[in-house]
Structure formats: C-alpha cells, structure tokens
C-alpha cells in the first residue's frame, strides 16, 4: 500500500487526540502524574515496578540470574503495571520514574531509598551492586557497556519504529514501513555478525548485554514481537537463532520472561512475583504488601 495523500504539516502542532493507533488512549505531549496513587511495597529490599514486555524483561531476567547465583540480596517484589490502564501516569510511579515508563525499581536495602529507571540503568546498578555480569577488566566493561548502549539507542527503530507502524498503527503505510523494516534487518545483521565471532554479545562471558539485547531482537529471531518473523525472514540470521536458543535454555531466563506478563500463554504469566515459590502456584494474579 501506498500513502493516498501527502501530510503537510502545520506551522504549529496541536495534539489530535482522535490519532488512532493502539496506543492512542495513553500518549500524551505532557509529563507528569495524572492521578494519586501510592506505590505498593512488599518485603523485600528490591521493589520493582514493571510490565513483561521486551523492557520490562530485562531486569527480571538479571535478578533470576543474580538468584540463581546466590546472591539472596536480590530477592524482589515484581508489582505489575498496567500501562494500557495508565497505571505509569499515577503519582506513586511518577516519583519512581518521571518518564512514566516501565520498568522502574526502588532498592530500599539502605537508610534511603534509592530510584533508578530506564533499564540500561537497572541492569547496570544491579550489576554493580552485586559484582556480577558485568565484567570489571576496562576493556571486557567497555565491550559490554558498549553493546548494553548499543540496544538502548537501537530498540527504539524496533519498537517506536517498525513495530508501530507495522503492528500498531491505525492505517498501514509503504515509506515508514520500509523505511523501518530495513533499519530493523540491519540491525539484525548487526548482531548476526557478532555473534559470528563470539559466543556471547560482549564475548566469552555472558553479560547483562546479552540480557538487554535478548528480549528484543531474541524476541524477533523466535517470532514473538509484531508477528513479523516471516516479513522480517528472521531464519537468515542463523548467529542471532543459536545465541537466542541458548540463552532461552537458562532457567533464569525462562523465569525472568515470565514477571509481570500478561501476554501469552496463562501458564507463562506471572503477574506478581513476590517469592521464589510464586513460580510454583497456580495463582498468577496475586496481591501483597502495603502501599507507600
């Protein structure tokens, strides 16, 4: 299909709150909270307030990960945030986050609470905070810092780009999505060809690179984002399908894939996560803790 008419745009833009798309009833050209709603806290000194999409997995996969090594200081309170509902925009989580987006933790493990959002800036703080998937040598940090910015920066022309106008938005265009499908494949060569050279992302070690990177373009390679495997013809990227394969063979990623999901299979959704043992009920949807 081809664009029937050319958009001018006007001298000055006006929010047209009738623009369609999927994400119509949530976007909004102002920041700030839109109701007062206190965050709910649990017991543990980890709270996490999240959505299992691609963003959102990222750093449940890395405190699964943290656990399965031992570290016991990373035991969490995943609390679910409905971002169709507008849950983002109340004042508890605008005091978390002032970007309203997902995921955002509060480590409570100290005299103060500690804010950090944006998940490149999660998986680095918990990386650090417990010693572990980021590696210390300046050169094998830069290598993993640098491919953790380099999802940051990219995903956006996943997401934002190809993934709306492809999936989501009202009417379906040739130019934006061409113009995003070809950036996606590039990038998708991009990683292919690094893994070409290197077990893992930022090489020998896996890292919170690898846990950053999988959700989206692992999530592409296996089909799950945008239903677009088949236009996106992910099957050439052969690197980026083992890579994808192992990491999806870790008990930890399994788990992490899980919090806070609400799409899928039920028997793949975990709503809450409180315990280690929520994995293990029938129950997905549950409540705990306090507000605060």
Do not use: C
């Not at 050169?139 to 940051?152: D, G, K, P, V």
């Not at 996943?158 to 009417?171: D, L, R, S």
């Amino acid at each position: 299909m081809t664009d029937s008419a050319e958009y001018v745009p006007p001298k000055v833009w006006t929010w047209d709150k009738a623009s369609g798309g999927r994400f119509a009833s949530i976007n909004r050209p102002v920041a700030g909270a839109t109701h007062d709603k206190p965050l709910p806290v649990g017991r543990h000194p980890l709270q996490l307030y999240s959505l299992g999409t691609p963003n959102g997995q990222k750093v449940t996969i890395l405190l699964e990960e943290l656990l399965a090594l031992g570290h016991a200081g990373a035991e969490y309170d995943a609390w679910l945030i409905r971002i169709g509902d507008g849950d983002q925009f109340g004042s508890g989580f605008v005091a978390a986050n002032p970007n309203s987006k997902i995921p955002a933790l509060v480590d409570r493990s100290g005299a103060t609470p500690v804010r950090v959002f944006e998940s490149g800036a999660i998986l680095t703080y918990l990386a650090e905070k417990f010693g572990a998937f980021l590696p210390t040598e300046p050169a094998a940090r830069a290598e993993a810092l640098s491919w953790l910015f380099w999802q940051m920066g990219s995903a956006p022309f996943v997401g934002g780009g190809f993934g709306h106008f492809y999936a989501y938005a009202p009417t379906k265009f040739e130019y934006p999505i061409n113009r995003y499908a070809m950036e996606a494949k590039r990038q998708l060569d991009v990683l292919d060809r690094r893994l070409a050279e290197t077990e893992f992302v930022a090489g020998d070690a896996y890292t919170i690179a690898d846990m950053a990177i999988f959700p989206w373009y692992g999530g592409l390679a296996k089909g799950w984002l945008y239903e677009a495997a088949e236009f996106l013809a992910v099957h050439e990227y052969r690197n980026v399908q083992r890579w994808a394969d192992q990491l999806l063979a870790r008990p930890a990623v399994q788990r992490g894939r899980k919090v806070n999901r609400l799409t899928g299979d039920p028997a793949d959704q975990l709503h809450e996560r409180h315990d280690a043992g929520d994995f293990d009920t029938k129950t997905q949807d549950k409540v705990g803790g306090t507000a605060g």
